[in-house]
């Protein structure tokens, strides 16, 4: 994991977005948002609801396509690049309702998440289970590092389709941090978690973002926003308005009007 | 044993093998990957279509009352083989078609479709495959062998077995490998898996693209047992057949299916045969069909997960931590 993130100085944008628009059957979700993300830092997304947050983490993700605009990731051009592509270069997202793989266990979910498997080829057919015997037991030793430091170990076994909300939830990034993120894309990962467990989510990202990961963290509790980024971007009624720090932005005009206008 | 009772036995047990082969072929792309694939017997029936105009030679032949495409003499297991080739073929092109960009339900209803798009092609077009009357006749592989009539029976019996056989040891290297998981996550949650970095269309495509050709492989087999093969073999209803195995045996269960292949079409289909007609004559036939669909859904009613669940993957080494030091934030939801 953490090889991948040093491919370049921190400071410089990982990400650039420019003037993306989309449009849903005459709605304009998104109208035009251009920001940039620094790597090694946390970034937030924040605006009230249906400015088009989600519109946005969906177009960068690629599972909603552009009507215009532009996506530049780690120096490559995305903006027509499949899903699955997109993840396999490093920018991985997590969603807002859980996604777990229902029917798999949790160690399952996690190990199933670890990019370029040999055991995923097609050749894995001919050479049977030697072609990936060795890597699957790196990842296993993976999986359970990240399992204890989420306080998950105890549920590895679990199908997880069977976890509470809450797990699910840090299921959700752990699962995400497999993956080997160079960027993390976060929608609402403490939606609907109780606020014991909403603190330890905070305490893990705050870590990992100490780590050196890049995270694009949509969510509405401006005082979490506060302490784990430096860097917000307000966006209302798909545009962005407004970026800067917290407290900077708490004394704008346009950003007070948009949220008690929205 | 009586002969009459060994002919009885050694056909119950081709056709289980034949069902087998069409559990694990379905479960592998429904069970497995999640592909609603209602044209299952399609693909079947292709196999058996293939192997058939394989084997019988020039429609010339036997006085030309066969009308047929490709008629030629190949040497055994190549009808067979082809069979297989053809089918997977067949799904290579349905699959580009269906699977890349539409939904389950969708994908449901267009495989539905297309299964009864190609029964009134093969009826209505008469030169393909010999129109409503079907093939017939069809000579027997290594029929040359100095074999008495039962012997060739269990001959036949061994030759379905060794291909379940092969067909198992495929079919367990992708379920029990990392691939086998991909295809499962796949199933869970498409629109995860593919953020996670899978190429979702090109994994339903290869499964759905196996699992035709293992269906067009069970058709071959099926067809050079009992020497005939015609539409009426293959309804769109007799993929629900398939689908009640499955889902009575264990859907995702490669050992689950079999057995659901054992009690649904062959005991099921047996013991109705006991059963003294009464009303209208058909009507035991045809309540057959309704009991089958019953079957299916009072299991996903009460036994969604089936007689043999699917396994849960336990791995080596056990969780790091002991659950009694544990402190989890996350339990107090």
């Not at chain 1, 998104?30 to 946390?42: E, P, S, V, Y």
């Not at chain 1, 939606?191 to 990961?213: F, K, R, S």
Request: charged share 15%; with cysteine; hydrophobic share 50%.
């Amino acid at each position: 994991m953490e090889q991948a993130r040093e491919s370049a100085a921190p400071g410089e944008a990982i990400l650039s977005v420019a003037g993306l628009r989309r449009e849903f059957g005459g709605v304009w979700a998104c109208t035009d948002a251009t920001f940039d993300l620094r790597r090694g830092a946390i970034t937030s997304l924040i605006g009230p609801n249906g400015a088009g947050k989600s519109t946005v983490v969906g177009i960068v993700g690629g599972a909603i396509a552009p009507s215009a605009g532009r996506i530049v990731f780690d120096g490559t051009d995305i903006t027509a690049m499949p899903p699955h592509r997109r993840a396999r270069a490093g920018l991985v997202r997590t969603y807002q309702l859980s996604s777990e793989f229902g029917r798999l266990t949790v160690l399952e979910n996690l190990l199933v998440a670890a990019p370029g498997q040999r055991g995923e080829r097609i050749r894995t057919l001919l050479y049977g289970k030697r072609y990936w015997r060795k890597q699957e037991v790196e990842l296993l030793d993976q999986a359970r590092i990240l399992l204890d430091r989420f306080a998950m170990g105890h549920k590895e076994d679990e199908y997880a389709g069977n976890l509470s909300g809450g797990q699910k939830r840090l299921l959700e990034i752990m699962r995400a941090l497999m993956c080997q993120p160079k960027l993390l894309l976060l929608d609402e990962p403490m939606a609907g978690v109780n606020p014991t467990l909403a603190q330890a989510i905070e305490g893990y990202l705050a870590d990992l973002a100490a780590e050196g990961l890049t995270m694009l963290l949509v969510e509405h509790e401006l005082g979490l926003v506060e302490r784990l980024s430096e860097s917000v971007i307000v966006m209302a009624q798909g545009e962005v308005i407004a970026t800067g720090s917290m407290p900077d932005l708490r004394r704008r005009p346009e950003v007070l009007n948009a949220y008690l206008a929205g | 044993m009586s002969t009459a009772f060994s002919f009885y036995l050694t056909t119950l047990l081709v056709y289980l093998g034949v069902d087998i082969l069409a559990v694990w072929s379905l479960n592998l792309q429904y069970g497995v990957t999640g592909i609603y694939n209602f044209a299952w017997i399609m693909f079947q029936a292709v196999g058996a279509y293939t192997a058939g105009v394989l084997t019988l030679g020039p429609d010339t032949g036997n006085g030309g009352f066969q009308q047929y495409i490709l008629g030629v003499r190949l040497p055994e297991p190549l009808p067979v083989l082809l069979a297989g080739v053809v089918a997977g073929a067949l799904a290579l092109v349905v699959g580009i078609v269906a699977l890349r960009r539409l939904r389950t339900d969708y994908q449901a209803m267009v495989m539905l479709v297309i299964s009864v798009i190609a029964l009134l092609v093969v009826e209505n077009v008469t030169g393909l495959f010999n129109g409503p009357a079907g093939l017939a006749l069809i000579p027997q592989p290594y029929g040359s062998l100095p074999l008495s009539t039962l012997g060739y029976q269990w001959f036949y019996v061994a030759l379905t077995a060794a291909t379940c056989l092969i067909v198992y040891l495929f079919v367990h290297r992708v379920t029990s490998s990392p691939l086998g998981r991909a295809l499962r996550a796949t199933r869970d949650n498409e629109d995860a898996a593919q953020a996670l970095g899978k190429d979702v269309v090109r994994l339903r495509l290869f499964i759905f693209v196996m699992g035709g050709a293992i269906a067009g492989i069970s058709g071959g087999v099926l067809i050079l047992f009992i020497g005939a093969w015609s539409p009426g073999s293959w309804a769109y209803v007799e993929t629900l057949v398939v689908l009640t195995a499955i889902i009575v045996g264990g859907t995702g269960n490669n050992f689950g299916v079999m057995l659901g292949a054992l009690l649904v079409p062959v005991a099921f289909n047996e013991a109705t045969r006991f059963i003294p007609q009464f009303g209208r004559p058909g009507l035991v036939d045809a309540l057959q069909w309704i009991v089958i669909g019953a079957l299916a859904l009072v299991f996903l009613w009460f036994w969604p997960r089936g007689i043999v669940p699917e396994r849960r993957r336990r791995f080596p080494g056990g969780p790091l931590v002991a659950p009694a030091e544990m402190t989890d934030p996350s339990e107090v939801t």
